[in-house]
């Protein structure tokens, strides 16, 4: 049974290629197939959870067991954004019709494929060529929205992406150097003897600057607001809510099994924080939805560098409850800019068009703003009392620029809400204020009821979260896992 | 699971809501809301033991979150502000029944919202004054504060502008009580008051300091403690009538509630004493007491000088609620007994002074003072009113806020405080000279003659506020009634009770007994009517009849000017009104505008494929050498 689980990457993969060909011979055949592959995806995925295996679980490709082979480590978390992923994906699936069709939705296939791989992958190779098939993927969907503007923004992440993902190699090379193995597992057996040394900090820091590009890391993130604010609010979503998230994850995976020097969470510590000041501090100013929504993001992910640099693990709760919380948020808010696009004076009166858009966003910007008893307030929460808690100065200045930037980005959401409320110019007629599309509504309220329930279901989700991070900070199940034969397996 | 009379009422007050937002389009849905405060009210009643010493009520529901137990609960402090919250409510949306809210729909405004708006506070407001630990406190706290932006903001315009204000005031707040709790998690490693209670024993100053600084301010928000007074007038004053009487009344009480709920009972005020300040010979409650007084004397002289009766009255609100906090941190038996009093007694004539106002406006079309004068032969009833409203607000007797400020006065006195009795004092001058002006500039002087024919206010509207009238004199006549539910509150956050009786308090250094000075000074009253009414035959004229230097003075003519009232005095303390305050404000926004702009540039001009190359090539040199 557990072998299924490597259909949610391989399917999409071959439906990935087989898709401009399939639609070639039939465009209404081609037209099911994605979305077909995503809900079987999706149902392997929540059976692998619900009974189908004991979690966590290693999986070896190509009947190597690891070190020497590959393997997918498959635990409640890895599970967890493999499932959102391929959620996500049908989610913000591209329907649109026209002659870009094919491509575009060959392009997605790829982009989940890649994602749900690396959410799943056990070594660091596999791992960064996801990643690169990720870039590679968001590239063309980028470009493929066709405007000069998406094109200029596009070449930006191009070549920031790219020397990322260099850098990224060069860390990779260097634990190589050091350790002679990529496989996490057994990295996390060899770390303490092979990588507590400074060439290996200098290692993972140049995988954090290189991952940090799409982690929407501060400084790498410059690309983000053009990014965002020209590509297709379907695919700012996704690399919002979700890309961004898996980016957070290799890190997450790196600092619990591999690396455990203070410099190391120091350096993203510091990071986190620029990132929330500079974010917040830039939405505060920004004239159009999208771009505030950009920067808000660089804002919340820089938060969860905050809740990441928690040392012990501390943090991981708050990590995922933050990362959960932003998915859901994030994605609602930039399906509601699909229509909103432009400079925000011109929602003035929006509400009047389409009240459920209005409320919607009051939501969104409710629980982003942590206000209890919406689940960001929880994540929120755990967050600030893990902050509290480790009564170090530079953790007390995170703490309070989170908090302050929370009133910064309570005052930029509601001025927008605001806006949206205020009666429209006397000579806008009704059907002339923007409005999001019914696709766009439709998903966005579908994020909205997600976050309605998880009100409702507090309890029962925090417990699932306590036992998801739990599970995901120990680093000596994933060793046994992996390799349960090895003796001091247990570090 | 058994529900206890406090679930009773919260479900009261949730359908309340239910009702205001499936029924609240319907043409009799004030009055069913209306009604059903009155349920809310009954529901209250029942658990009357609490206002008299009973033991708390604990609700049945509770939760468990994230390793948290979340409880809520009643006791004498929560029923107290209850009965206050639920009584505004009850009123108030008594008042907007009938003509009020066909005229308010009429002008454009939603009355749907209003009711719905109204319905959400209350029941917010209950679960705050029902949290049973720190983190249902902020919980409430947070209802509280957004179902209050939704009252303030819904009638547009400067209205929403006045609570964007508020509500970013209310988020720094928020925050600064979230990075509070944060600390007091760490120490205490639990929200429940108990383990509160016995962490703040052990607790270093530094930390009491800080948590002190946290709370204070981000509850200090919401009852306007200077500097963070500034949204509070113009929010307040711009809620559509009946609203701004109920948020008058109450609203910004909830933050006295929570200083007393964390500052005094948690926290103690001798543990509060016991935080020096260095170099200075006060500590952290001296400044608590000179905040409240500072917090008395600059908006009650702000109030002064406006020239609309509802941001007059708002600018008040904050002053008054300087004496509530001064009289709790004396925290005597007289001081304590007075602050709390006061919260009822300011509920009472502040409400009453809103709905003045709003018949005024409903009749003439604005508050605007140097609009008005002469309605009193008019709106005798609305003057009437006004009236007693505004001796109650001035602290003199026979009105209820008399006795709350004297107590307050005592106890400064008792416990050797004149600087800050001398302070109060200074405050209850602006009060009465401004409070003039209010009933100057709109009942008397010249009747203009756009207001000759001029009604009464229609009945719907009266009869709310004969009631607050009836209960401000009676509450001053027998002060004993409150004072025992006062009691009970203060005996909930352990503070000292003192001795009380129907007309008063007893006390071995200085008594009051007001049925006896009620009693002289009707008394007096008496010989002044008979002196009056022996005096001869007087005729009545009609209002615009006027003549000067043996002249008739056309109607049109202006020969008593309401504008640049207290011109002479202005002249004297002029200088003062600096607004320093907002200044300050506007310099924070600036600087935050600035960083925002730098930021932005960050994010436009830096090059970060320019440091990562750089990065990148101080690895690779790392590496090699």
Redo the contacts between chains.
């Keep these: 049974m557990s072998g299924m689980i490597v259909l949610p990457i391989v399917l999409p993969l071959l439906g990935a290629f087989l898709l401009p060909v399939l639609m070639r011979a039939s465009l209404g055949l081609g037209l099911w197939i994605g979305p077909a592959i995503l809900v079987y995806g999706c149902w392997i995925l929540g059976s692998q959870w619900y009974g189908g295996a004991t979690l966590p679980f290693s999986l070896a490709i190509g009947g190597f067991a690891p070190p020497l082979g590959i393997n997918l480590y498959v635990d409640q978390l890895a599970l967890l954004f493999a499932f959102a992923t391929q959620l996500l994906g049908l989610l913000f699936w591209p329907f649109k019709l026209d002659a870009e069709t094919p491509r575009r939705q060959a392009l997605m296939l790829l982009l989940v494929a890649a994602s749900t791989g690396l959410a799943l992958s056990g070594d660091l190779f596999n791992l960064y060529v996801f990643y690169e098939l990720v870039a590679v993927a968001t590239f063309g969907l980028v470009a493929a929205s066709a405007t000069g503007a998406a094109y200029a923004a596009t070449i930006?992440y191009l070549?920031?992406s790219g020397?990322?993902s260099?850098?990224t190699l060069?860390?990779i090379t260097?634990i190589y150097n050091q350790a002679g193995t990529l496989n996490l597992a057994h990295l996390a057996q060899l770390a303490p003897e092979r990588l507590d040394n400074s060439?290996g900090l200098?290692a993972f820091?140049?995988i954090l600057?290189g991952v940090g590009?799409k982690a929407e890391l501060f400084?790498?993130?410059?690309?983000?607001?053009e990014v965002y604010a020209t590509a297709g609010s379907r695919l700012s979503a996704f690399l919002a809510g979700l890309v961004s998230k898996l980016a957070m994850l290799i890190i997450l995976r790196l600092l619990v099994l591999v690396f455990h020097q203070p410099e190391a969470i120091q350096v993203m510590l510091v990071l986190g924080i620029l990132g929330v000041?500079?974010?917040e501090?830039?939405a505060?100013?920004?004239k159009d939805m999208r771009r505030m929504l950009a920067?808000s993001s660089i804002g919340q992910l820089g938060m969860i560098f905050i809740a990441l640099a928690i040392p012990d693990g501390g943090g991981l709760?708050a990590v995922l409850a933050l990362a959960l919380h932003h998915l859901v948020i994030k994605s609602g808010l930039f399906m509601l800019a699909d229509g909103w696009g432009g400079s925000l004076e011109r929602l003035r009166g929006a509400a009047k068009a389409s009240p459920l858009a209005a409320a919607l966003f009051v939501l969104f910007s409710?629980s982003l703003?942590?206000?209890?008893?919406l689940p960001g307030?929880?994540a929120?929460?755990?967050l600030?009392?893990e902050?509290?808690?480790q009564?170090s100065p530079l953790y007390l200045i995170g703490?309070?620029v989170f908090?302050?930037s929370?009133?910064?980005e309570?005052?930029y959401l509601?001025?927008v809400a605001?806006l949206l409320?205020?009666?429209a110019d006397a000579e806008t007629r009704p059907e002339q204020l923007p409005r999001p599309g019914g696709l766009a509504l439709t998903t966005a309220s579908l994020f909205g009821a997600g976050l309605l329930a998880a009100t409702l279901f507090?309890?029962p989700l925090?417990d699932l979260l306590?036992h998801v991070s739990g599970q995901s900070g120990n680093a000596a199940l994933y060793i046994d896992t992996v390799s349960p034969g090895i003796p001091g397996g247990s570090r | 699971m058994m529900l206890s009379s406090l679930d009773e009422l919260l479900i009261y007050a949730g359908v309340t809501v239910l009702v205001a937002l499936l029924l609240g389009r319907r043409t009799a849905a004030g009055w069913m809301v209306t009604i059903l405060y009155g349920v809310q009210l009954l529901g209250l009643v029942k658990m009357a033991a609490l206002g008299y010493g009973g033991a708390a009520v604990d609700s049945a529901v509770s939760?468990?979150?994230?390793?948290q137990t979340l409880s809520w609960r009643f006791d004498g402090l929560s029923w107290f502000f209850a009965l206050i919250t639920i009584g505004a409510a009850l009123l108030g949306s008594w008042y907007s029944c009938g003509e009020w809210e066909r005229a308010f729909r009429r002008q454009g405004g939603n009355l749907w919202l209003f009711h719905l708006a109204m319905a959400l506070n209350v029941l917010s407001m209950l679960i705050l004054l029902a949290s049973g630990d720190l983190?249902s406190l902020?919980?409430g706290w947070?209802?509280v504060s957004?179902a209050g932006f939704l009252l303030m903001?819904m009638a547009?315009g400067a209205a929403?502008q006045a609570?964007?204000r508020y509500?970013?005031y209310a988020?720094?707040g928020a925050?600064?009580i979230?990075?509070g709790?944060?600390?007091i998690?760490?120490s205490a490693g639990s929200l429940q008051y108990d383990a509160i209670l016995t962490a703040v024993e052990r607790m270093d100053t530094t930390h009491l300091w800080m948590l002190v600084i946290l709370f204070g301010a981000g509850f200090g928000v919401k009852m306007g403690l200077l500097p963070l007074h500034l949204w509070q007038a113009p929010a307040y004053a711009l809620t559509p009538g009946p609203g701004s009487a109920f948020l008058g009344a109450i609203s910004s009480r909830m933050g006295l509630f929570a200083i007393l709920l964390v500052l005094v009972k948690l926290f103690g005020i001798i543990n509060i004493e016991r935080l020096k300040i260095p170099f200075t010979l006060i500590d952290a409650r001296d400044l608590l007491a000179w905040i409240a007084v500072f917090t008395i004397i600059l908006p009650t002289f702000t109030a002064m000088k406006q020239n609309d009766a509802r941001h007059l009255l708002a600018w008040h609100g904050i002053g008054q609620g300087g004496y509530m906090l001064l009289g709790l941190v004396v925290a005597d038996a007289l001081g304590g007994a007075g602050g709390l009093l006061h919260v009822f007694n300011h509920a009472t004539y502040q409400a009453a002074l809103f709905m003045s106002v709003t018949a005024v406006i409903h009749r003439t079309g604005t508050s605007d003072l140097n609009k008005l004068g002469g309605l009193v032969v008019r709106m005798p009833l609305s003057f009437l009113v006004l009236l007693v409203g505004i001796i109650g607000l001035a602290g003199l007797p026979p009105m209820n806020g008399f006795v709350s400020k004297w107590l307050v006065y005592r106890s400064l006195l008792n416990q050797g405080m004149p600087l800050l009795f001398l302070a109060s004092i200074i405050g209850t001058l602006g009060t009465i000279l401004s409070v003039y002006k209010l009933i100057h500039n709109i009942f008397l002087g010249q009747l203009r003659v756009e207001h000759e024919e001029v009604k009464e206010a229609p009945w719907s509207m009266l009869i709310p506020m004969l009631i607050l009238t009836a209960i401000i004199f009676v509450t001053g006549l027998f002060p004993g009634i409150p004072l025992a539910w006062v009691a009970s509150a203060l005996q909930a956050i352990g503070l000292p009770v003192p001795d009380i009786t129907l007309g008063g308090v007893q006390s071995p250094s200085g008594s009051l007994d007001m049925i006896w000075v009620i009693g002289v000074l009707f008394g007096g009253f008496g010989v002044g009517a008979l002196i009056f009414y022996s005096a001869g035959r007087s005729k009545r004229v009609h209002q615009l009849d006027n003549y000067a230097g043996g002249h008739f003075l056309t109607a049109d003519v202006r020969y008593q000017y309401s504008d640049n009232f207290y011109a002479g005095l202005m002249h004297l303390i002029g200088g003062w009104y600096r607004g320093s305050f907002l200044w300050l404000e506007q310099g924070v926004k600036s600087l935050?505008?600035f960083?925002?702009?730098?930021?932005?540039g960050?994010?436009r001009r830096?090059?970060?494929?320019f440091?990562?190359?750089t990065?990148?090539l101080f690895?690779?040199a790392?590496?090699v050498f």
Excluded at chain 2, 63 to 67: K, P
């Design positions: 930006r070549i920031l020397i990322g260099v850098l060069l860390g260097l060439l200098s820091l140049a600057i590009v400084p790498v993130n410059t690309w983000v607001p000041v500079s974010g501090l830039a505060w100013r920004a920067f709760l409710l703003i942590g206000m209890p008893p307030f929880w929120k929460f755990t600030i009392t902050l509290a808690a009564n703490l309070t908090l302050l929370t009133v910064v309570a005052a509601f001025r605001a409320y205020r009666p507090v309890t925090g306590i | 939760f468990d979150v994230l390793g983190l902020f919980i947070e209802l957004w903001a547009g929403t609570a964007m509500i970013t988020m720094a925050m600064a979230f990075g709790i944060a600390l998690y760490v935050v505008e960083l925002s702009l730098f930021m932005q960050i994010y830096a090059n970060a494929e440091y990562l190359l990065v990148t690895v690779i790392w590496v």
